[in-house]
Antibody, heavy 118, light 110 residues
């Protein structure tokens, strides 16, 4: 069973870059056919898909965030990461990493709250 | 890229059934059999309940079922139990290597 754990700063200043890492256990990040995704949820609101990376390194990003998002993978550490630049208060949310096959997220991390504030 | 439309709330008594709709367009829900449903309890991560419109992951009770007609997908919970009270979100592939979630439905067990 794949397990995921998000880590990173819980507080980021406006205009700076949000950086989160998802550590994968229970399977190799480079094996299988999984997509590795980031999803966020502002307090009291719904889920928003941010993007995903395949084991080959190919990425897909949601259009509204595409200019500010980078998702990368580090197979040596069994981790994948999210970078979101030029953050504002609107980027305050619980950020989840997740994995699954093409159309769905089967495994989820517990989520980590990131607050954008000076 | 707009969120899929779900009713804000739904409710039913224990043992009854409740059905949640998820309406999109021919570019997302109607165009692909890549609709999934997630259950989220307060303060917890979402849990996959249905994938590829009708498929149920192992461990998910068969009280949960999915279907699709045209641009609308549905999740039915039969034999409602207290632990089914949660928020439910649908999701669909949108044909542009992106995914879109629904607005979410809060299910209350009366």
């Amino acid at each position: 069973q794949v397990q995921l754990q998000e880590s990173g700063p819980g507080l980021v200043k406006p205009s700076q870059t949000l950086s989160l890492t998802c550590t994968v256990s229970g399977d190799s990040i480079s094996s299988g056919s999984y997509y590795w995704s980031w999803i966020r949820q502002p307090a009291g609101k719904g889920l928003e898909w941010i993007g995903r990376i395949y084991t080959s390194g190919s990425t897909d990003y949601t259009p509204s965030l595409k200019s500010r998002v980078t998702i990368s993978i580090d197979t040596s550490k069994n981790q994948f990461s999210l970078k979101l630049s030029s953050v504002t208060a609107a980027d305050t949310a619980v950020y989840y990493c997740a994995s699954g096959y093409s159309g769905y997220a089967k495994y989820w991390g517990q989520g980590t709250l990131v607050t954008v504030s000076s | 890229q707009s969120a899929l439309t779900q009713p804000p709330s739904a409710s039913g008594s224990p043992g009854q059934s409740v059905t949640i709709s998820c309406t999109g367009t021919s570019s997302d829900v109607g165009g692909y059999n890549l609709v999934s449903w997630y259950q989220q309890h307060p303060g917890k991560a979402p849990k996959l309940m249905i994938y590829e419109v009708t498929q149920r992951p192992s461990g998910v009770p068969d009280r949960f079922s999915g279907s699709k007609s045209g641009n609308t997908a549905s999740l039915t919970v039969s034999g409602l139990q207290a632990e089914d009270e949660a928020d439910y979100y649908c999701s669909s592939y949108d044909g542009s290597n992106n995914f879109v979630f629904g607005s979410g439905t809060k299910v209350t067990v009366l």
